[in-house]
């Protein structure tokens, strides 16, 4: 267990509708990454927050979005969802802003998009 | 922009067998090198990383070996066991900047 937690485990939803994704840090860390990852692909990485503000994007697309609350968990949302979106979404925490440290990977959210 | 190349996709040895996956980077500034272990249907995890002020490190049967001048990676697993099956990602980071880059994977077959 990575100490990083992810909401819901599973969702299975339909073309078009609106999704959201939660992610609570592990004690003490500061930044959140959120990755999809599609059947049998790598890691895309799609956005960073650092103690609350956005640090750096990735390919995230404009149907997306992200937020980093006061209390650090994160939120990605998912907007006029289309099957393509289907993926395994994971947030990865660690201490620093920086890029030259471990992440740590929660379990996942896995989207089905029917 | 940054890029990791990751190679070879699929990875096939037999038990006891070393494997050898090789990454290069793009951004000259990258200076810290992690991989992870991806088993199926699991989170990735951390198994061994290095920075830019060493050229090899070795844990136990998993070592990586990294080549600045070049901007080559490497993990090399020795006397491999069915256990390490498994998707490897390479990636690559640097201080200041916000983003690790991460490889497309490695899928490992160790066959018994």
């Known amino acids: 267990d990575s100490g990083v937690t992810q909401t819901p485990k599973h969702l299975i939803t339909a073309t078009g509708q609106r999704v959201t994704l939660r992610c609570s840090p592990r004690s003490g860390d500061l930044s959140v990454y959120w990755y999809q990852q599609s059947l049998d692909q790598g890691l895309q990485f799609l956005i960073q927050y650092y103690n609350g503000e956005e640090r750096a994007k990735g390919n995230i697309l404009e149907r997306f979005s992200a937020q980093q609350f006061p209390d650090l968990h994160s939120e990605l949302n998912l907007s006029s969802l289309e099957l393509g979106d289907s993926a395994l979404y994971f947030c990865?925490?660690?201490?620093?802003?920086?890029?030259?440290?471990?992440?740590?990977f929660g379990p996942g959210t896995r989207l089905t998009v029917l | 922009g940054e890029n990791v190349e990751q190679h070879p996709s699929t990875l096939s040895v037999q038990e006891g067998d070393s494997a050898v996956i090789k990454c290069t980077y793009s951004d000259s500034a990258s200076n810290y090198f992690p991989w992870y272990k991806q088993e199926l249907g699991k989170r990735p995890q951390l198994i061994i990383d290095?920075?830019?002020?060493?050229g090899e490190k070795k844990d136990q049967r998993i070592a990586v070996t990294l080549n600045k001048t070049a901007k080559h990676f490497s993990l090399h697993i020795t006397e491999t066991q069915p256990e390490d099956s498994a998707v490897y990602f390479c990636?690559?980071?640097?201080?200041?900047?916000?983003?690790?880059?991460f490889g497309a994977g490695t899928r490992l077959f160790v066959k018994a």
């Open positions: 990865a925490s660690n201490r620093i802003a920086g890029g030259d440290n471990e992440q740590f």
């Open positions: 290095i920075r830019s002020n060493v």
């Open positions: 990636a690559a980071g640097y201080t200041g900047g916000f983003k690790t880059i």
